[in-house]
């Protein structure tokens, strides 16, 4: 865990870790916090809440860069990232694929946080049902300042992006199934 502290992750491997809560690989929280996670493998971490990888919460800042976050899972949000209500999070040239969770957001789910999704592939994430707030590849909710720029969001099951209550803007991306935004 990482709280009220600045830190760099970088050239790790972070892999089979669980947790009763959130977090399973990573859980970065509270004010006064910035972690930088570079060039990392976030491998098949697994939680009983939120955030099977990487947890990001409670006015915490995070930088996530050049990672490969694969196979992770959690009963709740956020398989791959769980972003809550925390400011300045940037996620570039990122791939997640493969994670689950088991109602929100498979990839990523974005609750009440503004956040910046850059130059990712976002692909092959699920969740454990179909219909509203069951979405594989991102969740955005809760006023959350969501943007998507030239990132590829696809084959994600049930469905690619649901925002519930968050602004999602997507900027020169390619999101099966076709998504409104500029490019």
């Known amino acids: 865990q990482c709280r009220s502290s600045t830190a760099l992750i970088s050239n790790c491997v972070i892999q089979n870790c669980s947790d009763d809560h959130h977090g399973g690989g990573i859980d970065a929280s509270r004010p006064d916090t910035f972690i930088r996670i570079h060039n990392c493998q976030v491998l098949n971490n697994s939680v009983l809440n939120s955030g099977g990888g990487i947890r990001i919460a409670l006015n915490a800042m ?15 949000a956020g398989g791959g990232i769980w972003l809550e209500y925390s400011d300045g999070v940037r996620i570039f040239n ?4 493969e994670n689950y969770s088991g109602w929100r957001g498979g990839g990523i789910a974005c609750d009440g946080t ?11 994430n699920s969740t454990g049902g179909t219909g509203i707030d069951y979405d594989g590849g991102i969740n955005s909710l809760h006023e959350s300042d969501l943007t ?3 990132s590829i969001i696809w084959a994600n099951a049930p469905n690619q992006i649901e925002y519930v209550g968050g602004f999602t803007g997507v900027n020169y991306s390619i999101i099966e199934g076709g998504w409104t935004g500029t490019g």
């Open 148 to 150: 998507i720029s030239n």
């Open 94 to 97: 990122c791939l997640m694929a």
């Open 62 to 76: 995070a930088e996530i860069a050049m990672c490969e976050i694969i196979g992770n899972s959690c009963a709740h």
């Open 114 to 124: 503004a956040s910046e999704i850059l130059n990712c592939t976002i692909s092959s």
